[in-house]
């Protein structure tokens, strides 16, 4: 099993990233982006389910992140638009099986990418 998360970089406030997660010997049916800026916790972004496509966002990012998935290439991909300072922090992606209610729970993800670390700044 291997996850890569790539795509984090500088940005200004205002602008957009793409960030891709690429899930190589995954069976899990969920994959999940979530966030841990300094000092901080991870928290949830968003997920999506492999099979259905069911989505799920964190409040923070309704309405400016979408989360896609092309089973083909086994990538997840979120689009990150109208960033903010609030946005810094390391995205890491991951996979779980646990009950679509428990999906924003990090303790219930069983693999994790390393990790990309985006930056928005003025």
């Known amino acids: 099993v291997q996850l890569q998360a790539s795509g984090g970089g500088l940005v200004q406030i205002g602008g957009s990233l793409r960030l891709s997660c690429t899930a190589d010997?995954?069976?899990?049916?969920?994959v999940g982006w979530f966030r841990q800026a300094p000092g901080k916790e991870r928290e949830f972004v968003a997920a999506i389910r492999r099979i259905g496509g069911g989505t799920k966002y964190a409040d923070s990012a309704k309405g400016r992140f979408t989360i896609s998935k092309d089973n083909a290439r086994n990538t997840v991909t979120l689009q990150m638009n109208s960033l903010t300072p609030e946005d810094t922090a390391v995205y890491y992606c991951?996979?779980?099986?646990?009950?679509?209610?428990?999906?924003?729970?990090?303790?219930?993800?069983?693999?994790w990418g390393q990790g990309t670390l985006v930056t928005v700044s003025s």
């Open positions: 991951g996979t779980t099986r646990v009950v679509w209610s428990a999906i924003s729970d990090p303790s219930y993800y069983n693999y």
């Open positions: 010997g995954v069976t899990d049916h969920t």
